[in-house]
T-cell receptor, first 114, second 114 residues
Framework: GENVEQHPSTLSVQEGDSAVIKCTYS??????FPWYKQELGKGPQLIID?????GEKKDQRIAVTLNKTAKHFSLHITETQPEDSAVYFC?????????????FGKGTLLTVNP | DAGVTQSPTHLIKTRGQQVTLRCSPK?????VSWYQQALGQGPQFIFQ???????QRGNFPDRFSGHQFPNYSSELNVNALLLGDSALYLC?????????????FGPGTRLTVL
């Protein structure tokens, strides 16, 4: 099945700095890549996603880039704020491109220091 | 527009007991997926229901079973509970099975097995 590797496992930045989280996947048939933010005691919240027909997508301070050749995608957060502190997960669909069976990375704990 | 709801919020059981968790999907969604999230890990896919049938299943034993009702709500049942079943159980809903659509998660049910 799909294997998703996520790095780093923890990331600490100063408020206003940028943060980058990277993920690699194994199944070249995968065509949909969401990113989720999970705050303590809550369920994962979809923050941005990208499909394989585009290389980059941006939504205000958040952007995702996709390199299908290298099979990796990254989350970029600019002008970080303390409320960005949370665990971030990347995901990719299981083998065969089934978008309803997501395989998640192990998560990145982002801490934004005021 | 109500999001995905889950009940109960927390549950404490002892080994060998059985448990039922409930999920109501987001309005307009007809597909429900269940995930298990152990502490410090990403969510792991358990199974998915569409049209009241289990459509896909992850690597979980038969002790894990489910059901979907005509109103699209769903239940997750776990029999013969083990200590290792302690986790956050997440429900996610999607608007159309088999189509590339995003999954929206509920807040989860925290299950503790003593």
């Amino acid at each position: 099945g799909e294997n998703v590797e996520q790095h780093p496992s923890t990331l600490s930045v100063q408020e206003g700095d940028s943060a980058v989280i990277k993920c690699t996947y194994s199944d070249s048939a995968s065509n949909y890549f969401p990113w989720y933010k999970q705050e303590l005691g809550k369920g994962p919240q979809l923050i941005i996603d990208i499909r394989s027909n585009v290389g980059e997508k941006k939504d205000q301070r958040i952007a995702v880039t996709l390199n299908k050749t290298a099979k990796h995608f990254s989350l970029h957060i600019t002008e970080t704020q303390p409320e960005d502190s949370a665990v971030y997960f990347c995901a990719a669909p299981a083998r065969g491109g089934s978008n309803y069976k997501l395989t998640f990375g192990k998560g990145t704990l982002l801490t934004v220091n005021p | 527009d109500a999001g995905v709801t889950q009940s109960p919020t927390h549950l404490i059981k002892t080994r060998g007991q059985q448990v039922t968790l409930r999920c109501s999907p987001k309005s307009g969604h007809d597909t429900v997926s269940w995930y298990q999230q152990a502490l410090g890990q990403g969510p792991q896919f358990i199974f998915q229901y569409y049209e009241e049938e289990e459509r896909q299943r992850g690597n979980f034993p038969d002790r894990f079973s489910g059901h979907q009702f005509p109103n699209y709500s769903s239940e997750l049942n776990v029999n013969a509970l083990l200590l290792g079943d302690s986790a956050l159980y997440l429900c996610a809903s999607s608007p159309r099975q088999g189509v590339t659509d995003t999954q929206y998660f509920g807040p989860g049910t925290r299950l503790t097995v003593l």
